[in-house]
Every structure is written in structure tokens, then in C-alpha cells.
């Protein structure tokens, strides 16, 4: 059983997230490669420090260049803000290390176009950070969909929807200002990635975009607190999302409800646990939505518990991403979803404003 050294760039909440999650998946899956908590960048050495000391890093460093340069340090994990997934990136893979990158793949299209590119010039690993798709219950859905559970997709809904916004008495912070740490940069991108797993490319657009509390104490939001989108698929379904963090009295409103010709799905990830499924079989009378508890019988479930209900949370997604980074560059194959995964992403949203200042439908580009 192999060590590998991790360095992980960001401490804070995401930081946290993936410190934990290098620490436990090795003993949740029994992972071929194990990982050794080498090195924790963060702004300062002093938060640097602070987090190595709570996460378990044996060193830590205010220059994230300074890990990436470290022999010790064989795979990257991106956890701080995406305005700097760029830069990092790059130099990762010029110093031949892996890479896992949390979403947003950059701050802009252009960043995204340039951190694949220089993804695939490297031949390394590379993976992008949508944990919500990773859940065993939406797993499980995107296998019944793809053994044909209910029929041809027709339609799909979907949304993430928050109000850690919504109170317009909350003062201006980095996350009212500049585009990329937008609503359309922040939670739109976890949507429109499961809408790609589960129903395949998105071929048109059209959007509205919106700032709701256009003004806060302190100063003007400049970016966007919510949007909707109309979507053709590729493969000819409908399909409409919605982005808010301003929905309130929603907390985790990732949610989606998928309609076919022999049957329907929904999903709330406020009730991860859940699948509800609807089979368009047997009399009329006793149809109706089933609700299917997630357990051992479900991807990814058992490694966590063996009790049928008992359920997963949040930080296994996490540790989820991890395995799959790990046996990614175990055997030296990519995993999904790639840094291209994330590029397709970041097309939809980029033509989404396109839509939203032109007022109609607008085509996605091919990458």
C-alpha cells in the first residue's frame, strides 16, 4: 500500500472539507493509494500554520508556490478562491502533479479554456470538484436513467437554490462583488453539472439574470443574486433552472425533477437520503411517487454504513471526490467529471449571459 503526499491549497471551508477527507478515505474505501497529509498553503503563514495545526499537515506555508515546488508534495488539491485556479493550476502541472480543482473550473471562460488546455498538454490527472452529483441517491439516479427507468427524458427541472443572501439588511462582501463570485459563478455551476450528468449537452440558451438587492450597507452589489434559464438538450428534451441566493427559507435547495415517457424522478438534497421515482405502470389506481431510501444496495453507500436509511452527508461527498482522485492517479486514467467536464460547464454559463444581454436563444459553443 502506496503513500502519496498531498498539498492542499486553502484552509477555510473547503480547505476543511478536503483536509478531512484526505485523512478518513483511505480508511472508508481502502484505498490502494493512502494519503499523507504532507503541506497546507493558505493568504499568511500564520493562517497557514493555524491550519496545519487543526487540519493534521505536517508543514505549512504562506507561498502556495512553495508547495508546488516541494518534492514531498505529489498531488494538488485547489480549494482556495477561484480567481486564483488559474495561476496554480498551471504551475501544478508544469511541475508534473495532479490536480484536483474545486469548482468553478476558473473566473472566467478564458481561464477555464487555458486550465484545460494545459490539463491535457501535461497527460496528468486532472478533476474537477462537483460534489453534490456524488451523493449515492443521485448516482442511483443517473443509473436508472441511463437503463431507460423512465422511458426518453422529456423534461428537466432543476435548481440550487439558497438565502444566505436573502436578508437585504446583510452588508457588501467578496461574495457581491465581481462576476465570477456571482450566483452564476458560485451555485450555478453544481446545477447546470447535474443537468449535463443526468439528461447530456445542453445545445441552446436563453437567460435572465438579476440583482436583487442592488444595494447593501457598505456599498453596491455589482454581481448577480439570481437567474433563470431556459435550456434545450442536445438529445431534444426541455429544460429550465433556476440560481438563487436569495430564496428564502431555502438552505441546500439542490433539487431536480426529471420527466420521461414511462416515468418521473424528483430529488431535494435537503432530503439527500431520498429518491422519488414514478413508474407510469400497473392500474391508474395504485400509481404513484415511490420513495426510495438510499442504503447499501446504492453506489458509494455501504463504505459508510451498513444500516439501509441510516444515510450519508455532506463531508462523504467530499470523501467520495477523494477516492476517485486517488484511484484516478493510482491507475493513471481520468475520472470524471475532468478540468473539460468543468469547461463545459463554464461554456453554459458564459453563453448564459451572452442570452441575457442579447434577450434570446443562443447556441452553446462546442469545445
Given at each position: ?215 447593501r450597507s457598505g456599498g453596491e452589489v455589482d454581481n448577480d443574486d439570481h437567474a433563470q434559464l431556459m435550456v434545450e438538450f442536445a438529445g431534444g428534451a426541455m429544460g429550465h433552472l433556476y440560481f438563487s441566493r436569495v430564496a428564502t427559507g431555502r438552505k441546500m435547495g439542490y433539487a431536480y425533477e426529471i420527466h420521461g415517457t414511462k416515468g418521473s424522478i ?102
Amino acid at each position: 500500500m502506496a503513500e502519496i503526499g498531498i498539498g492542499l491549497i486553502g484552509g477555510g471551508y473547503m480547505g476543511k472539507a478536503h483536509a478531512v477527507a484526505m485523512a478518513s478515505v483511505g480508511a472508508v474505501f481502502n484505498t490502494g493509494l493512502r494519503p499523507r497529509l504532507e503541506m497546507i498553503a493558505a493568504a499568511s503563514d500564520q493562517s497557514a500554520e493555524r491550519h496545519r495545526a487543526a487540519y493534521g499537515f505536517a508543514r505549512a506555508t504562506g507561498d502556495w508556490r512553495k508547495l508546488l515546488a516541494d518534492p514531498a508534495v505529489e498531488a494538488i488539491v485547489i480549494a482556495s478562491p477561484q480567481t486564483t485556479h488559474r495561476a496554480i493550476a498551471e504551475a501544478a502541472f508544469a511541475a508534473g502533479k495532479p490536480v484536483f480543482c474545486e469548482k468553478p473550473l476558473g473566473a472566467s471562460i478564458e481561464d477555464a479554456r487555458a486550465m484545460v488546455a494545459a490539463a491535457e498538454a501535461s497527460g496528468l490527472v486532472n478533476m474537477i470538484g462537483f460534489n453534490y452529483v456524488r451523493t449515492p441517491a443521485t448516482q442511483f439516479v443517473r443509473q436508472l436513467l441511463a437503463e431507460g427507468a423512465i422511458g426518453d427524458v422529456t423534461w428537466f427541472r432543476g435548481e440550487h437554490t439558497e438565502d444566505f443572501l436573502a436578508d437585504p439588511n446583510l452588508p457588501v462582501t467578496w461574495r457581491t462583488q465581481g462576476r465570477a463570485n456571482g450566483c452564476m459563478g458560485d451555485l450555478a455551476p453544481h446545477m447546470i453539472n447535474c443537468a449535463l450528468a443526468l439528461v447530456g449537452p445542453i445545445a441552446e440558451v436563453s437567460a435572465r439574470i438579476e440583482t436583487v438587492h442592488g444595494q447593501r450597507s457598505g456599498g453596491e452589489v455589482d454581481n448577480d443574486d439570481h437567474a433563470q434559464l431556459m435550456v434545450e438538450f442536445a438529445g431534444g428534451a426541455m429544460g429550465h433552472l433556476y440560481f438563487s441566493r436569495v430564496a428564502t427559507g431555502r438552505k441546500m435547495g439542490y433539487a431536480y425533477e426529471i420527466h420521461g415517457t414511462k416515468g418521473s424522478i424528483r430529488f431535494d438534497q435537503e432530503d439527500q437520503n431520498a429518491v422519488h421515482l414514478y413508474c407510469a405502470e400497473g392500474p391508474e389506481a395504485t400509481r404513484g411517487f415511490v420513495k426510495i431510501l438510499t442504503g447499501p444496495e446504492h453506489p458509494d453507500y455501504l463504505p459508510f454504513c451498513q444500516g439501509p436509511g441510516h444515510g450519508t452527508g455532506y463531508q462523504d461527498q467530499i470523501i467520495i471526490e477523494a477516492r476517485d482522485f486517488l484511484q484516478a492517479i493510482e491507475n493513471g486514467e481520468a475520472v470524471w467529471p475532468t478540468f473539460r467536464d468543468g469547461l463545459d460547464v463554464a461554456c453554459v454559463i458564459d453563453t448564459a449571459f451572452i442570452a441575457a444581454e442579447t434577450g434570446g436563444w443562443v447556441s452553446i459553443p462546442q469545445n
